[in-house]
């Protein structure tokens, strides 16, 4: 199959890179020519562990190409992949589609005499699927398209593995032709196991939102179970495995931490909100869901204050980690935008170590500090904030590693044994333990 990913941002480069790999001709689109040259070069402009590997191998072996022309590389697919950017709009929690439509546009004009399926992987809200349609319909024929949503539930950090074994591939269509044409294109990871369904183009984009809100609720749940455990000196870890056991309930995405961040769910969460504001349906618990999230590093920040016994000026502060989860760079609505600034207003000092480098979101900002390594961030600090899951961090030595009597830790990731803690004489806090 010939294929054309439009957009070379997460979604676009992770598929269209494993597509190649499966053996179909792939070209990712972009109009960032920077971003091109470099894809040329093997460079690639995000962080996701395996992708480079997988981007060089398959440009090397001529099956994934990169180009800044979006005319020639529709002109030679047969299916094209829509994969820009719908952040949400500046003034309100609405999606920003002007990207979709703008390349839907485009894609008009380059539509000629060979039929070519439409794919929106883009995070899209109901609806959006009939205005492409609408739009590519003016001066086209509709024997020449089919337009269909195929949304991506690709984890960051996780992505390729996500790709390969997915739980389940939905394909939005009513048109007969561009189902058969899509399952046969998904063959190779549904002989491995992945389920494929068939629905109408709104239920399979309203699926994505559904399933990042329902994930959303999930995490937002056992993180205020978890605020119930510590006032009953309950271990939240045993209440989601005692609940997780329920096969109706599920045990995954039930560890509790300093609330959901990513590019993903707090985007989602709003925009499902949004839209069914519109159709004049109030989605009650996804706000109370949005709101307790966004509460959430005030609660973190109010028990810094509390181990500090309310005297956190001067006090030197270690944040090991600061994207939102580990395995990514990625600092979208990461608890550390709220959480650094707010200790920093109460007088601490921040020193902060992570795997993926230093941030320009605290570059500004007085009193926070980068360190090259995890020993340099621990020194002489009186607290070390445990921000992200990092295997990097699950084995450090805090005792060898520094000699210091006093170590206090608040692991906002559960990655310690409190009894471990307890015997090297650490003063430990986790959440909801
Ligand atoms: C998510 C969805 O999982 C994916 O299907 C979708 O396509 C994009 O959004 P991602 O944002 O990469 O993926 O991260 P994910 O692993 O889902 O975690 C999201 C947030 O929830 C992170 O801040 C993470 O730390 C937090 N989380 C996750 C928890 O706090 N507890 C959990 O049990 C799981």
């Given at each position: 199959?010939?294929?054309?990913?439009?957009?070379?941002?997460?979604?676009?480069?992770?598929?269209?890179?494993?597509?190649?790999?499966?053996?179909?001709?792939?070209?990712?689109?972009?109009?960032?020519?920077?971003?091109?040259?470099?894809?040329?070069?093997?460079?690639s402009?995000?962080?996701?562990?395996?992708?480079?590997?997988?981007?060089?191998?398959?440009?090397?072996?001529?099956?994934?190409?990169?180009?800044?022309?979006?005319?020639?590389?529709?002109?030679?697919?047969?299916?094209?992949?829509?994969c820009?950017?719908t952040?949400t709009k500046?003034?309100?929690?609405?999606t920003?589609?002007?990207?979709?439509?703008?390349v839907?546009?485009?894609?008009?004009?380059?539509?000629?005499?060979?039929?070519?399926?439409?794919?929106?992987?883009?995070?899209?809200?109901?609806?959006?699927?009939?205005e492409?349609?609408k739009?590519?319909?003016?001066?086209?024929s509709?024997?020449?398209?089919?337009?269909?949503?195929?949304?991506?539930?690709?984890?960051?950090g996780?992505?390729i593995?996500?790709?390969?074994?997915?739980?389940?591939?939905?394909?939005?269509?009513?048109?007969?032709k561009?189902?058969?044409?899509?399952?046969?294109?998904?063959?190779?990871l549904?002989?491995?196991?992945?389920?494929?369904?068939?629905?109408?183009?709104?239920?399979?984009?309203l699926?994505?939102?559904?399933?990042?809100?329902?994930?959303?609720?999930?995490?937002?749940?056992?993180?205020?179970?978890?605020?119930?455990?510590?006032k009953?000196?309950?271990?939240i870890?045993?209440?989601s495995?005692?609940?997780?056991?329920?096969?109706?309930?599920?045990s995954r995405?039930?560890r509790?931490?300093?609330?959901?961040?990513?590019?993903?769910?707090?985007?989602?969460?709003?925009?499902?909100?949004?839209?069914?504001?519109?159709?004049?349906?109030?989605?009650?618990?996804?706000?109370?869901?949005?709101?307790?999230?966004?509460?959430?590093?005030?609660?973190?920040?109010?028990?810094?204050?509390e181990?500090?016994?309310?005297?956190?000026?001067?006090?030197?502060?270690?944040?090991?980690?600061?994207?939102?989860?580990?395995?990514?760079?990625?600092?979208?609505?990461?608890?550390?935008?709220?959480?650094?600034?707010?200790?920093?207003?109460?007088?601490?000092?921040?020193?902060?170590?992570?795997?993926?480098?230093?941030?320009?979101?605290?570059?500004?900002?007085?009193n926070?500090?980068?360190?090259k390594?995890?020993?340099?961030?621990?020194?002489?600090?009186?607290?070390?904030?445990?921000?992200?899951?990092?295997?990097?961090?699950?084995?450090?030595?805090?005792?060898?590693?520094?000699k210091?009597?006093?170590?206090?830790?608040?692991?906002?990731?559960?990655?310690?044994?409190?009894?471990?803690?307890?015997?090297?004489?650490?003063?430990?806090?986790?959440?909801?333990?």
């Amino acid at each position: 199959m010939k294929l054309c990913f439009i957009g070379t941002g997460y979604v676009g480069l992770v598929s269209g890179a494993c597509f190649a790999d499966l053996g179909n001709d792939v070209v990712c689109v972009d109009k960032d020519l920077n971003k091109i040259e470099n894809l040329k070069k093997g460079i690639s402009p995000i962080y996701e562990p395996g992708l480079e590997e997988l981007v060089k191998k398959n440009y090397r072996n001529g099956r994934l190409k990169f180009s800044t022309n979006l005319k020639d590389s529709v002109a030679i697919s047969n299916i094209i992949f829509i994969c820009v950017g719908t952040p949400t709009k500046k003034k309100s929690n609405a999606t920003d589609l002007s990207q979709v439509y703008s390349v839907a546009k485009k894609i008009r004009s380059y539509i000629t005499s060979k039929f070519k399926i439409i794919i929106t992987k883009s995070t899209v809200p109901v609806t959006t699927g009939d205005e492409i349609e609408k739009i590519l319909s003016k001066n086209k024929s509709k024997k020449l398209f089919s337009v269909v949503s195929n949304p991506e539930f690709l984890r960051e950090g996780e992505a390729i593995r996500d790709f390969i074994y997915p739980d389940r591939i939905v394909i939005g269509t009513s048109d007969v032709k561009a189902n058969k044409i899509l399952k046969n294109l998904y063959s190779p990871l549904i002989s491995k196991g992945a389920k494929y369904i068939n629905t109408t183009r709104r239920a399979s984009e309203l699926i994505k939102y559904a399933s990042n809100a329902f994930l959303a609720t999930k995490i937002t749940f056992i993180n205020e179970i978890a605020n119930l455990c510590e006032k009953t000196n309950i271990n939240i870890e045993d209440i989601s495995i005692g609940i997780g056991l329920d096969k109706r309930i599920g045990s995954r995405f039930l560890r509790p931490g300093p609330g959901y961040g990513g590019s993903c769910f707090p985007k989602d969460t709003k925009s499902i909100v949004k839209t069914a504001d519109k159709f004049k349906i109030n989605l009650s618990l996804v706000k109370s869901v949005i709101k307790s999230n966004q509460k959430r590093s005030l609660l973190l920040i109010n028990k810094v204050n509390e181990i500090f016994r309310g005297k956190i000026k001067n006090k030197n502060i270690c944040f090991l980690g600061v994207t939102f989860k580990a395995n990514t760079d990625d600092m979208r609505e990461s608890s550390s935008l709220v959480m650094i600034p707010s200790l920093v207003k109460k007088g601490a000092k921040i020193n902060y170590y992570d795997p993926t480098g230093e941030k320009k979101n605290f570059k500004k900002i007085k009193n926070v500090t980068f360190s090259k390594d995890i020993k340099t961030a621990l020194h002489k600090s009186d607290l070390v904030i445990i921000h992200t899951e990092w295997n990097d961090f699950k084995s450090i030595n805090f005792k060898s590693l520094i000699k210091k009597k006093h170590f206090i830790i608040y692991d906002l990731r559960n990655i310690y044994s409190p009894l471990k803690m307890k015997k090297s004489k650490i003063k430990y806090f986790g959440i909801g333990r």
